[in-house]
């Protein structure tokens, strides 16, 4: 992965589909994981690492507008 995909977000629809049993299963999954993440937040402030993005173009320090 090149440095330049790593930082710009891929949000094009995949040809993916993933339904019924297995579909809830995941969506589950899913779900737990990030509650548990924020309950344990909750329980214990700065455990959880959330992601940040780069920085955001045009809006860098000591950048100024002509």
Same mark, same amino acid.
């Given at each position: 992965? !090149?440095?330049? !995909?790593?930082?710009?977000?891929?949000?094009?629809?995949?040809?993916?589909?993933? /339904? /019924?049993r297995? /579909?809830?299963? $995941?969506?589950?999954?899913? =779900?737990?994981?990030?509650?548990g993440r $924020?309950?344990?937040?909750?329980?214990?402030? =700065? !455990?959880?690492i959330?992601?940040?993005g /780069?920085p955001?173009? =045009?809006?860098?320090? =000591?950048?100024?507008s002509?």
């Amino acid at each position: 992965m !090149s440095e330049h !995909s790593a930082l710009t977000r891929d949000d094009h629809p995949v040809n993916l589909h993933v /339904g /019924g049993r297995a /579909g809830a299963a $995941i969506k589950e999954f899913a =779900g737990r994981l990030w509650v548990g993440r $924020i309950r344990r937040e909750v329980r214990k402030p =700065g !455990s959880t690492i959330w992601p940040k993005g /780069g920085p955001r173009p =045009g809006r860098q320090r =000591g950048v100024t507008s002509p």
